[in-house]
């Protein structure tokens, strides 16, 4: 099993999205990339602890590759949003690809590059691309947050 982690505005829908994907075994809804040991969502929205809300994703490379992911990644939601996705707004809510490998990483700007040349979105993508650091576990109430609602999606 590896892991990979995505930010791409708030978390329940990123969540959602990826534990539907065969292969994913796992998916955990939390913080990454701050200043402060593990904030509580009180915290993050404050935008003055530096986390971003991303999805921890599990997932079995023999059954589906970090490209694959990154593909699903870069179309759930708009990577061009400079801390924003939606109506919500704040450097929480930032696109950010968290690497655990060199070989994320390359794949990571590599996927930039082709969709920047592909001319896919008509403004520049704006997704960080940093290595990963602490995963802070959200409160168990974020936790499958739309599944536990019986809501199908959160996006626009």
Same mark, same amino acid.
């Given at each position: ?11 329940w ?6 534990s ?12 990454e990339?701050g ?7 009180? #915290? ?6 530096g ?22 990644f870069?179309?759930?939601? #708009? ?6 996705q939606g109506? #919500?707004?704040?450097a929480q ?21 082709r ?5 896919r ?9 940093v ?26």
């Amino acid at each position: 099993m590896e892991k990979a982690t995505f930010g791409g505005g708030c978390f329940w829908g990123v969540d959602l999205t990826f534990s539907q994907l065969p292969g994913v075994t796992e998916t955990a809804s939390g913080y990454e990339g701050g200043k402060v040991d593990n904030p509580s969502y009180q #915290d993050v929205c404050t935008d003055q602890t530096g986390h971003a809300e991303v999805v921890e994703v599990t997932f079995d490379p023999a059954k589906i590759t970090y490209q694959q992911l990154l593909d699903q990644f870069f179309s759930l939601h #708009d990577p061009t949003q400079l801390n924003r996705q939606g109506p #919500d707004w704040g450097a929480q809510y930032r696109s950010v690809v968290f690497y655990h490998s060199p070989e994320q990483k390359a794949a990571a700007e590599a996927t930039i590059a082709r969709l920047t040349a592909e001319r896919r979105f008509a403004k520049p993508i704006v997704t960080q691309v940093v290595p990963a650091s602490t995963f802070w576990r959200a409160e168990e109430y974020h936790q499958k947050y739309l599944e536990k609602r019986g809501v199908a999606s959160c996006h626009i």
